[in-house]
């Protein structure tokens, strides 16, 4: 590969990123970061389309059973990580669309 890129186009590409959503930092030293191939919002978008769809507001539903259930194999929110999905619904919670609530075996979540 001809050449480098400099330092300051680096920063510029992940500032640029940031400002669009899809990369986090990870430290205040700004040397380790997420990058997002999907926003939250668009996963949540994503999942409750899935959801109205199906006619399933006002159901629960465990994080297991929405990234690795067998419904929702087809979905491109399938095996998201844990993470992203909990960001995910954290973004539907504060749209009043879906609730994160705690169960026996973990945490689930009710959609409106």
Known sequence: FPGKLPLE??????????KNGNLEWL????????IMWRRPEEWGKLIYQ?????????????LYELASGDDT???EFHGL??????????ALQQE????IITLDDGRGVKFF
């Open 96 to 99: 009043h669309k879906a609730e």
């Open 9 to 18: 186009a680096i920063q510029v590409v992940l500032e640029e990123l940031r």
């Open 50 to 62: 899935w959801v109205s769809k199906n006619g399933l507001t006002n159901s629960v539903f465990t």
């Open 73 to 75: 194999e087809n979905e």
């Open 27 to 34: 430290d205040k030293n700004k040397s380790s970061f997420l």
């Open 81 to 90: 990580d844990e993470t992203m999905l909990l960001r995910a619904l954290q």
